[in-house]
């Protein structure tokens, strides 16, 4: 069975592995870089201090960052050394011959699970929770199935890392927004019962469904949204340009 699933791995690899382009090799080189995406997410963390008071914005901030932190570790740390799974370029896997890479890169020694799509996934989960907008979510995951994708096509990853990774890191994005609410929430009520706020304290001692029935204004308005969906796009199509002027060069 298991020989099976690592076989159906492999195949699955050398299909998305197999739509090279000169445009899509650079384009796929710029997307899956880290830094590429700083202004994005310098831009989320500062919306957050913008948008909301300082306790609220430093609650859900850091838990964004332990998100993402407790991902990368999970999986590169304590994942990555156990199953000491090589990846498919990696030039001591016998199906690296078979496998098309983009300026030699080969990634490290091991990729099971993607950390890539880890925390790719854990971004998606935790904006998508505090947005809460259809049009949102949906450029962020496909944002987050992008770079995903783009390991696989760079032939640094097999689908079994990335779908492992994507699951790891959905699985953290849910569980630290969770926290972040209860954390806001108990810190709201603790600093309500130093103001004497009766009424408010009323309120929070029964859960409410969701967060922003106790706290109103806790949901990202549509020009938050916006901003972080153009901070996205506009990026997108800048590596867009990049990849076609680098095919002229």
Known sequence: ??????????????????????????????????????????????????????????????????AIALTDQTCATVLRPIFERLRPSNLNNPLSEFVTVVDGYRGGRYGFPSCHAANSFALAIFLSLVVRRRGFTLVIFGWAMLNSYSRMYLGVHY????????????????????????????????????????????????????????????????????????AAMATTVFIGFTALIYMFL
């Open 1 to 66: 069975m298991l020989d099976t699933l690592i076989d159906l791995d492999s195949q699955l690899l050398l299909f998305f592995n197999s739509f090279h382009t000169p445009f899509l090799d650079r384009f796929m080189m710029l997307f899956t870089g880290r830094f590429i995406w700083a202004p994005m997410y310098a831009l989320i963390l500062l919306l957050f201090f913008k948008k909301y008071n300082p306790l609220r914005a430093g609650v859900f901030a850091v838990m964004l960052v332990a």
């Open 159 to 230: 689908p079994g890392d990335i779908l492992v990774g994507a699951t790891i890191g959905s699985a953290y994005g849910f569980i630290c927004h969770r926290l972040a609410q209860l954390t806001a929430m108990r810190l709201i009520k603790r600093r309500d019962i130093d103001n004497s706020d009766q009424k408010l304290i009323g309120r929070s001692l029964a859960m409410p469904e969701t967060f922003s029935s106790l706290i109103p204004d806790m949901t990202i308005t549509i020009r938050v949204r916006d901003v972080i969906v153009a």
